[in-house]
């Protein structure tokens, strides 16, 4: 049984340029959470997709967006990155995140770095 | 918006220790989360917590959460080098699901164990 995935593992960019990031839910699983996480810190929440719709979101610009697939695959943009947009992106998935009580499995992350 | 607070930030053992690391919210918790990290990877699921009081048990970590739900401590007994990385405490917002699992992290506890 597959877990979380995520790709690519690691992203150099440079200041102003956008990227895309890709993640593969855990079979089963049809919700999508994003978390940002800053060296040193713990991960802070993007947004989360179900049904292909954006259902919650944090702090976060418009800069990020995001999508969610049909397959419940998810993508998460970011445009006009700034050099404090390097971070671990991760992605968390769960089945149908109504209640607080579903687990969110996590995959292995996208370390970008921004120049 | 909820806020947790772990403690201590590190923590150096030697192997064969026991050793606690806590979890302090500023809001009653529903759904307490525990995950270990391994330095820039993902986020692995340790244990979930609902209910005030309750105490749950994996191998030779046991996390609890007390009474009022504001406070959750993990437990290891007689440490391994295996069970070194980060770990972090992370909750849902709301008691009424409409927080749609979206996690609050502590800033992580980073356990060095040594041989």
């Known amino acids: 049984d597959a877990g979380v995935t995520q790709s690519p593992t690691h992203l150099i960019k440079t200041r102003g340029q956008q990227v895309t990031l890709r993640c593969s839910p855990k079979s089963g699983h049809d919700t999508v959470s994003w978390y940002q996480q800053a060296l040193g810190q713990g991960p802070q929440f993007i947004f989360q997709?179900?049904?292909?719709?954006?259902?919650q979101r944090g702090n976060f610009p418009d800069r990020f967006s995001g999508h969610q697939f049909p397959n419940y695959s998810s993508e998460l943009n970011v445009n006009a990155l700034l050099l404090g947009d390097s971070a671990l992106y991760l992605c968390a998935s769960s089945l149908n995140s109504y209640f607080s009580t579903d687990t969110q499995y996590f995959g292995p992350g996208t370390r970008l770095t921004v120049l | 918006s909820q806020e947790l607070e772990q403690s201590p930030q590190s923590l150096i053992v030697q192997e064969g220790k026991n050793l606690t690391i806590n979890c302090t919210s500023s809001k009653t918790l529903y759904g307490l989360y525990w995950y270990k990290q391994k330095y820039g990877e993902g986020l692995i699921f340790l244990m979930m917590?609902?209910?005030?009081?309750e105490e749950k048990s994996h191998e030779k970590i046991t996390a609890k959460l007390d009474e009022k739900k504001q406070q959750s401590s993990l437990h290891i007994t007689a440490s391994q080098p295996s069970h070194a990385g980060i770990y972090l405490c992370?909750?849902?917002?709301?008691?009424?699901?409409?927080?749609?699992?979206?996690?609050?992290f502590g800033q992580g506890t980073i356990l060095t164990v040594h041989p």
């Open positions: 992370g909750a849902d917002e709301d008691a009424g699901g409409t927080s749609y699992g979206k996690l609050t």
């Open positions: 997709y179900y049904e292909e719709e954006e259902r």
């Open positions: 917590l609902q209910k005030g009081g």
